[in-house]
Structures are given as structure tokens and as C-alpha cells.
């Protein structure tokens, strides 16, 4: 059985690696290499998977909460994503690597019985990501 939760954070970023040239870099990102950044209010949905225990849950919502709060949330939540997120050093801020340092961040100090299922992110009403968790 899968339970999701949806958590909200604000966060800014530009995409832009130093791999390719200014020009390049704008060709392949378009307005998102516009140089001082932009926002998102990005909706992040974590999903775990197990078997209802003898409280007839499959995770205490409580210490999911907790868990996401402590390792995601407080360190991306109105941050630069360029520059104020470790998991992400040495990528280029897009939502997929943002899912994987989200991935990692949990797994961190996952400490649930339920397994971590899933990371999806929407980064707009248009773009919504999603990492099936190993
Ligand atoms: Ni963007």
C-alpha cells in the first residue's frame, strides 16, 4: 500500500553550467539562464510504501512530516537553489536533480519503516517530475 504526501516550498533558481559558454548555455535554457534567477512555489509529493502495522498505518504521518521537514524542506524552503543546497553542488538546478537530492536527503536519515516509493516534484502547473525510489 502507498500513502502520498504533498508538502509546498518556495525556492529560486537558475539553470546554467559552466560545461557551455554564456551563449550556449542560453540557447540550451532559454529564459531559465536569465542571469539573476527566478522562482517557483514547487509542490514536492513523497509517497512510502509498506504494510499497515498494528495501528492500521503504514507510516506514522507525524515522523514523515518531521523527516521531510528536517532534511528537505528547512534547506530549500526560500533558498537559492544555485547556491544554498549542497546536494545539489556541481549540478545544474533543474527539478530532476533536484529529485535525486531530495532522494538523497531523505535517505539520509530514513528511519521509517515504510519505504521511501517516490519523489515527485511540480515545478509549475506544467512540469511535474517523478523518481521511482530504489
Ligand atoms: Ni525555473
Known amino acids: 500500500?502507498?500513502?502520498?504526501?504533498?508538502?509546498?516550498?518556495?525556492?529560486?533558481?537558475r539553470l546554467n553550467t559552466d560545461a557551455l559558454s554564456p551563449?550556449?548555455?542560453a540557447r540550451l535554457y532559454g529564459k531559465c539562464n536569465n542571469p539573476y534567477g527566478h522562482g517557483h512555489d514547487y509542490l514536492?509529493?513523497?509517497?512510502?510504501?509498506?504494510?499497515?502495522?498494528a495501528s492500521g498505518q503504514?507510516?506514522?504521518r507525524e515522523a514523515l512530516d518531521w523527516i521531510v521537514q528536517a532534511q528537505v524542506l528547512e534547506r530549500v524552503d526560500h533558498r537559492n537553489l544555485n547556491v544554498?543546497?549542497?546536494?545539489?553542488?556541481?549540478?545544474?538546478a533543474t527539478t530532476e536533480n533536484l529529485a535525486f537530492a531530495v532522494e538523497s536527503m531523505l535517505h539520509e536519515r530514513w528511519t521509517l519503516p515504510a519505504r521511501l516509493a517516490r519523489v515527485?516534484?511540480?515545478e509549475t502547473a506544467r512540469n511535474t517530475f517523478?523518481?521511482?525510489t530504489k
Do not use: K, W
Not at 502507498?2 to 533558481?13: C, E, K, N, V
Not at 514536492?44 to 502495522?53: C, F, N, Q
Not at 544554498?84 to 545544474?92: H, M, W
Open 120 to 122: 515527485r516534484i511540480s
Open 1 to 13: 500500500m502507498r500513502l502520498t504526501r504533498r508538502y509546498h516550498f518556495a525556492a529560486s533558481h
Open 58 to 60: 503504514i507510516v506514522n
Open 84 to 92: 544554498d543546497v549542497p546536494a545539489l553542488a556541481g549540478c545544474v
Open 130 to 132: 517523478e523518481l521511482e
Open 23 to 25: 551563449q550556449e548555455n
Open 44 to 53: 514536492l509529493d513523497i509517497t512510502v510504501e509498506g504494510t499497515p502495522d
